[in-house]
């Protein structure tokens, strides 16, 4: 009879190592979660927190308009039919999966088309889990807490110029996806052990970081397809900074 | 243009249900089916949601026909992979590296049972609910119109984007394109190109309809600024008594759950 740990003798070794930094990582995305839901609410109630030049909050509205709303509804339905019909490999079914035709379709939307693009990342999520039957509580929240507000931090970001023909386009990429791969990879799992939909020990950090070697390995797909991507929203003048009227604007 | 819809006429008493009561109803299978691990409890939520959708008389064929294979392999996984993670309890049965513990077993089988019930629930919803009812059951749970709009528009745009995949693959495959022969370099290689040849087409498609699309709906005087008027639909009785069961049932398995019934403690 073989054991697990004859057929793969480093097997205790990672879990050991990984189980270490359990506790404290599990504790961070706690929080973190708590943190990012207070700051897409703050969004979603048409204020935002600026950095520079000088710290404050900034009230902002942007008016939705049939082009708009016809691009919600397509970014919508190309990240449901993704999550269901393709790019998906499940692990575990409803717990660990490589999905990074979904992973950057939940990137890219807000990425390209600002707003709608954010609004349709959080929605998508929440509209396939329904239909495909993935759905549970914590799934209702953390939408917002990650998809839209990690959403608005990659429009915020790599949006300005998501061109990858200049060095600031790539720098920004680099320091933005980091980030967002980082709590979108672990934020998830920490929610899920609180609804007792998976166990903490071993599983907590096995789906984080099967997740997080996926986010980081195909990083590679972004820059070429987004390249493109940009290009065709371009073309058809539906690049957020395009769409007339502008969608986003500050109230001095 | 491909023309597919969920919602399936049959004129039964739970198609004429209030939108609310439909949403409501959705939400507490979904909380249900979370709420227990143990497989017994899960099949018993199951059944619940398959009773929904027999009483509406939608064609369970279609129900599982676009649901089934999915759920039976979401099963076979949740049944081999969930005891290699929870090795606590006492072992069933071992054969070579995989031991299959009673914890691990009843809470694989009973999150392919979770599972299913979310889908035939979901997919139950959608084949008894018209579009006009999801956007008016939408808006009175406070969704504003633009999403609940969109939601109705996304819905619609799938299938239709289902089409352009597979128009844009037939394309490919006429140019003797095919990704799913040759080695296994060859179609790793294949799958990469499968990328720029198939991403790109539909995204150019898709785009090109979103201005279409938006024309349309300019055209026809749509304004999202301000909602606009329409119907008001009334709780009858038959929505009172079907919202008083379904809160009679979820206060009852949730007062199992709370008592400790059906939940087993995951050992690792």
């Keep these: 009879m073989v054991s697990w740990e004859e057929l793969f003798p480093w097997l205790p070794w990672l879990y050991e190592s990984m189980e270490t930094v359990r506790d404290p990582m599990f504790y961070l995305h706690t929080v973190a979660c708590f943190i990012l839901l207070a700051l897409a609410v703050v969004l979603i109630a048409g ?27 397509l970014g919508t ?33 807000p990425v390209l088309f600002g707003w709608p693009g954010i609004w349709a990342a959080a929605t998508m999520e929440i509209l396939a889990a329904v239909i495909f039957g993935w759905v549970n509580v914590p799934l209702l929240y953390l ?9 608005w931090w990659a429009w915020k970001t790599v949006g300005r110029d998501p061109s990858f023909r200049t060095v600031k386009s790539w720098l920004l990429f680099l320091g933005s996806y980091s980030v967002y791969a980082f709590f979108q990879s672990f934020g998830w799992g920490a929610q899920y052990v609180w609804w007792g939909i998976i166990p903490l020990p071993v599983m907590f950090m096995t789906r984080s970081a099967f997740n997080i070697i996926w986010y980081y390995f ?24 395009q769409i007339e009227p502008q969608p986003y604007t500050r109230v001095v | 243009m491909s023309v597919y819809r969920l919602y399936v006429d049959k004129g039964t008493f739970i198609h004429r249900l209030h939108p609310i009561v439909k949403i409501v109803w959705l939400f507490t299978i979904v909380v249900l089916a979370w709420t227990f691990n143990r497989w017994e409890y899960a099949f018993v939520i199951f059944l619940w949601a398959l009773l ?45 590296v995989f031991r299959f513990t009673d914890i691990g077993l009843s809470v694989g089988i009973a999150y392919g049972f979770r599972i299913g019930a979310c889908m035939v ?27 609940s709009f969109g939601i109705m528009l996304a819905l619609r745009y799938a299938p239709l984007l289902l ?14 394109f095919n990704w799913n022969r040759g080695s296994v370099k060859r179609r790793i290689q294949a799958f990469a190109e499968n990328t720029r040849v198939l991403v790109v087409p539909v995204f150019n498609r898709m785009l090109s309809s979103v201005n279409q699309i938006a024309l349309c709906l300019d055209s026809k005087g749509c304004d999202f600024s301000k909602p606009p008027k329409r119907r008001k639909l009334r ?14 049932v979820t206060a009852f398995f949730l007062a199992l759950r709370i008592m400790g019934y059906g939940w087993i403690t995951m050992l690792a």
Excluded at chain 1, 47 to 72: C, D, G, N, S
Excluded at chain 1, 143 to 150: E, N, Q, T
Excluded at chain 1, 227 to 232: F, I
């Design chain 2, 52 to 96: 929904y959708a027999i009483l509406s008389r939608v064609p369970l064929k279609k129900i599982f026909g676009t649901a089934f294979l999915f759920v039976i392999w979401t099963a076979i996984l949740s049944i081999i992979l969930w005891p290699a993670f929870l090795r606590g309890g006492n072992v069933v049965f071992e054969w070579n």
């Design chain 2, 163 to 176: 089409g352009e995949i597979g128009r844009v693959r037939e394309a490919q495959k006429s140019r003797a």
């Design chain 2, 121 to 147: 629930a979901a997919l139950g919803w959608l084949m008894t609910t018209s579009q006009r009812e999801l956007i008016e059951g939408l808006a009175d749970v406070r969704v504003p119109y633009q999403f």
């Design chain 1, 77 to 109: 339905a190309i990240g449901t039919v993704i999550y269901g019909f393709g790019g998906m490999f499940w692990i575990m079914p409803g717990i660990m999966s490589v999905a990074f035709f979904t992973w950057y379709m939940l990137w890219v939307l």
């Design chain 1, 47 to 73: 204020r935002e927190i600026q950095i520079f030049p000088k710290p404050k909050v900034v009230r902002f509205h942007y008016k939705w308009t049939a082009r708009m709303v016809a691009l919600y509804a």
């Design chain 1, 218 to 241: 195909f990083i590679w797909i972004y820059p070429p397809l987004t390249a493109v991507l940009y290009t065709l929203a371009t073309r058809y003048r539906l690049f957020w900074k």
């Design chain 1, 143 to 151: 939408a917002f807490a990650y998809d839209f507000f990690l959403g």
């Design chain 2, 235 to 248: 709780f009858n009785r038959f929505d009172k008594g079907f919202l008083a069961v379904t809160f009679c």
